[in-house]
């Protein structure tokens, strides 16, 4: 078996020249005795025509080799003329979905029970291509902005942000829990390095089971020290998601171009509307109440709605929450509110945070005000006692983003292997 191998996305440059590929068969057909077997490779797909022989099943995987040519009627304009096919290993049985019609919108159930091999769909691994991108876009950004990653612990002994929605677990005979979030951890480190980020899972025992939510997530969390207000926060996801766009739109052109996916327009600035003025307008305006301590998935999106039609902006920021719709370390204004703030993107959240608060004596306060005991809080209360410099950050749904960037309707298929109330499995 030949070491030497071409990528399918080299072919253009090879016309005429002998060639051997290594990939998947796609799929094949037969026309008249001439043959035709689409390869997969990392790089791409292309058309591989046999004048005899037999070829192999759909997902075998295999070695061709033959010279490049010019054909108008196949994929990409070219196609390999082949000379011959060796077995790399054999698909015992055909595929359980047909890979090359797949399709998000149909039998979504089967799709992600046959994850294994579904995500082997061009669609499929191209928008996990545009999350890889995204991320490291994230990563790239922050970086030149003089961040440091950080890893913290997913065992905790409480969760970051409490309430029921945490997964319990036996750790050595105590009561422990998977982190519902970084928190803790990354305002303690922003004693240690000012400003850190952090790319990693984090857990949420979600009880409604929406096309939104996932019991498992890649959050991308990000904290900054020495700010002014909230406005410094807001500042920096802006520019971070505008880099991120960016990024993807150089490094992804060909996945996008598949998805038929539109970006959003980053050279418009991202428009800012408080949480109680922004229920006002949707009722004024668009005739919707909202009702509860945030806004509802309708109101996010007439929101969404309302800046695109003003501003041309598809990203919206929901500013100074209410004290009882952020948690106590949000900070608070005299007014009853907070530095508390959401990012919305194409009228869904994708990012909450805003300013904290750094002082001892005020998070005791607020605890107080809660009628919350601080001795259930003396883990993370501990830093504050430390000089702890005025600070802030963001959480970014990886998954959330991806699929309201690419138009995917479930937020399943902007994750390699979902987890959610009822998805345990492969």
């Not at 240690?192 to 096309?211: D, G, I, K, N, Q």
């Not at 999106?301 to 920021?317: C, I, M, N, T």
Request: include cysteine.
């Amino acid at each position: 078996m030949s070491t030497s191998r071409s990528l399918v996305r080299d072919l253009p440059s090879l016309l005429g020249q002998s060639v051997t590929l290594q990939g998947w068969v796609h799929s094949r057909r037969d026309l008249g005795g001439i043959k035709f077997l689409l390869l997969r490779d990392r790089s791409g797909i292309v058309q591989c025509v046999f004048e005899q022989g037999e070829l192999p099943i759909g997902e075998s995987c295999v070695q061709v080799w033959g010279v490049v040519v010019v054909s108008d009627k196949a994929p990409g304009g070219l196609e390999v003329r082949a000379e011959g096919l060796s077995l790399i290993a054999e698909a015992v049985e055909p595929a359980p979905i047909e890979i090359p019609k797949e399709a998000w919108h149909t039998n979504p159930d089967t799709i992600l029970e046959y994850r294994y091999v579904s995500l082997r769909g061009l669609k499929a691994r191209a928008a996990l291509k545009v999350q890889a991108e995204l991320v490291r876009g994230f990563r790239k950004y922050l970086n030149e902005q003089e961040f440091t990653e950080i890893f913290t612990p997913k065992l905790v002994a409480a969760g970051a942000e409490g309430g029921a929605n945490l997964f319990e677990v036996d750790y050595y005979g105590q009561r422990a829990f998977l982190a519902q979030s970084p928190q803790l951890y990354k305002q303690i480190m922003v004693g240690v390095y000012e400003r850190v980020f952090e790319v990693a899972p984090v857990y949420r025992a979600e009880l409604h089971h929406t096309s939104r939510h996932l019991s498992e997530y890649l959050s991308l969390d990000v904290e900054l020290g020495f700010i002014d207000s909230d406005a410094d926060v807001m500042a920096l996801q802006e520019a971070l998601l505008k880099a991120m766009v960016a990024h993807v739109s150089q490094a992804c052109r060909d996945e996008l171009a598949l998805l038929e996916a539109t970006l959003p327009d980053t050279t418009v600035a991202f428009p800012r509307i408080p949480l109680l003025v922004a229920r006002e307008l949707v009722a004024e305006r668009y005739g919707h109440q909202s009702g509860g301590k945030d806004l509802d998935p309708e109101a996010e999106r007439l929101v969404g709605r309302w800046a695109k039609e003003e501003f041309g902006s598809d990203f919206v920021f929901v500013t100074n929450y209410p004290q009882a719709a952020r948690p106590f370390y949000a900070y608070p204004t005299p007014d009853g509110l907070t530095r508390g703030l959401d990012l919305l993107f194409r009228g869904v959240e994708i990012t909450s945070g805003g300013q904290r608060i750094h002082e001892y004596a005020m998070l005791l306060e607020q605890l107080k005000a809660r009628q919350l005991e601080p001795e259930a809080f003396k883990g993370y209360l501990e830093v504050f006692k430390y000089g702890m410099p005025p600070h802030g950050g963001f959480a970014i749904g990886a998954e959330r983003l991806t699929a309201l960037l690419l138009g995917i309707q479930n937020i399943r298929f902007a994750r390699a292997f979902p987890r959610d109330g009822s998805r345990l499995q492969p």
